[in-house]
């Protein structure tokens, strides 16, 4: 790390105390990005970097709302609006107890290069709120979200920010917040995306991030000409990017043998086939049950629950080839890491944002894996976000096989960005590098056009 990283990162550390997810977000990206400043001073000289580690824009309010037993609840919002050099802020709202301001901006840093990999002209941003819809009837979830939306009206609009899903906002809340950003503006706008299709939504939107992390590590192997077929997988998480990445790994012919939600984890060593993934999405999505239950209609398999005590995860203690973590941030550390080579990984495609901790990552780059970082795997989503928004302004949807295309090739320009940059700048392999300052070249270079804002 040179000198101008270290001090850039003690004043990163001391203006944004307690945020340890976005120090290390920051700190991945910058030692990256020391490789570019030795070539180009001129963005040390216009502190492009001091810049871009400070969002344009925080927002944070209370959200009250009203449960069926008529108690006030109250939460709190948020929306970070980290940088709209290449175009309007885009990134996901987050429901769930543990968002604060700290995880919010590390996701909404991490959107700026992702929005940017992905060839399309969308800021960073990223949001949400500490509310827990688990166990909430969907007349609790739409009061909260009618509230939450009530004030971040304020902020957004489909040339100003344009919010979608992540974790705990799937096609329920996006509807609620839609419903009332239209009943408050008068006025039917692509405002939010990750939309219902009969309203505006994209075909291919719900499938996007898991299709395209799966996309991404098929691009990986094929450097080592490999495929995914007959490959053991293991998945974590049994939410969107959980589901549509076993969806396309079943395509590809590779044989996935777990997922998981917070209570624990289930093994089916007979793989997860199509049937079974049905049942998974009617449990989860319809149903809102929890993942063991899995384990109590396939005999196949069986449910761990969490051990709060082991300091390793054991879902990752399995035999496998292609890990494909798509459950939320720091899921896999350098013990997991370490488990994972002993079992026979040999590709990592992160489908959940920023799931490997930076001990694991060096352990990672340190044995030759393929590794393909949240920011570059997981883009897929927010691209065909802004595929969404693209038919939203045309007012006319392209099908299932053209958005389907699309996403495709953009996910292989985002891997070749990858590759080059790695090579450009001395490191060739390295996907942290390649994502890191691919997606952060285009972003400073219209900081530098825009003058100092
Ligand atoms: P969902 O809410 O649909 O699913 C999240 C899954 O992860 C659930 O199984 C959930 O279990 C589990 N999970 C969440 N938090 C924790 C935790 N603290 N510990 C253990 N398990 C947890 O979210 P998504 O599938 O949309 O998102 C998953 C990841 O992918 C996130 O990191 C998100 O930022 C990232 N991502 C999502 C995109 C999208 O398009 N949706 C785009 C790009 C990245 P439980 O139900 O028990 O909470």
Not at 139 to 162: K, W
Not at 181 to 210: C, D, H, M, Q
């Amino acid at each position: 790390m040179s000198d101008y990283v270290k001090s850039l990162m003690a004043e990163v550390k001391a203006k944004n105390p307690a945020e340890p997810e976005f120090h290390q977000a920051v700190e991945e990206v910058v030692e990256s990005l020391d490789l570019v400043l030795e070539r180009h001073p001129e963005y040390r000289a216009a502190k492009i970097i001091e810049r871009i580690v400070e969002p344009e824009r925080v927002i944070l309010f209370r959200v009250p709302w009203i449960d069926d037993q008529g108690e006030v609840q109250v939460n709190r919002g948020f929306r970070i609006e980290m940088n709209s050099a290449i175009g309007p802020y885009k990134g996901g709202l987050r429901f769930h107890p543990s968002v604060n301001l700290g995880i919010l901006k590390f996701l909404a840093f991490e959107q700026v290069f992702k929005n940017s990999l992905t060839t399309l002209p969308m800021g960073g941003g990223k949001g949400g709120s500490d509310f827990d819809p688990k166990g909430k009837s969907d007349n609790e979830v739409m009061s909260s979200c009618q509230s939450f939306m009530t004030e971040l009206i304020r902020h957004i609009g489909a040339d100003t920010d344009v919010p979608a899903g992540d974790i705990g906002v799937g096609g329920r809340e996006i509807g609620f917040l839609f419903g009332q950003y239209k009943r408050i503006r008068n006025e039917f706008t692509g405002v939010l995306t990750g939309k219902g299709l009969n309203w505006g939504g994209s075909l291919i939107r719900p499938e996007a991030t898991g299709y395209g992390a799966v996309y991404f590590a098929s691009e990986m192997l094929s450097t080592r000409n490999e495929t995914l077929e007959d490959k053991i997988c293991l998945v974590s998480g049994s939410g969107n990017v959980a589901q549509y990445t076993v969806e396309k790994i079943i395509e590809f012919g590779g044989k996935v043998v777990t997922l998981s939600d917070s209570n624990g984890y289930i093994y089916d060593e007979e793989g997860i086939n199509t049937e079974k993934l049905e049942f998974v999405k009617e449990l989860k999505n319809i149903r809102r049950g929890r993942i063991r239950e899995y384990a109590d209609e396939y005999k196949s398999a069986v449910f761990t629950p969490v051990d709060a005590n082991l300091k390793y995860n054991p879902l990752w203690n399995h035999k496998g080839c292609c890990a494909f973590p798509s459950a939320t941030q720091n899921e896999i550390n350098e013990s997991d890491a370490n488990n994972l080579i002993k079992n026979g990984i040999c590709v990592v495609s992160e489908g959940a944002n920023m799931p490997t901790t930076a001990e694991g990552v060096k352990v990672f780059l340190d044995k030759g894996i393929l590794y393909g970082p949240g920011k570059a795997a997981n883009a897929g989503g927010v691209a065909v976000s802004g595929l969404e928004m693209t038919q939203n302004s045309m007012r006319m949807p392209w099908t299932r096989e053209e958005v389907d295309a699309r996403l495709h090739h953009i996910m292989k320009s985002i891997h070749q960005t990858c590759v080059d940059n790695a090579d450009r700048f001395g490191t060739p392999g390295n996907y942290v590098n390649g994502a890191n300052i691919g997606g952060f070249l285009k972003v400073a270079d219209a900081m530098l056009d825009q003058g100092v804002v």
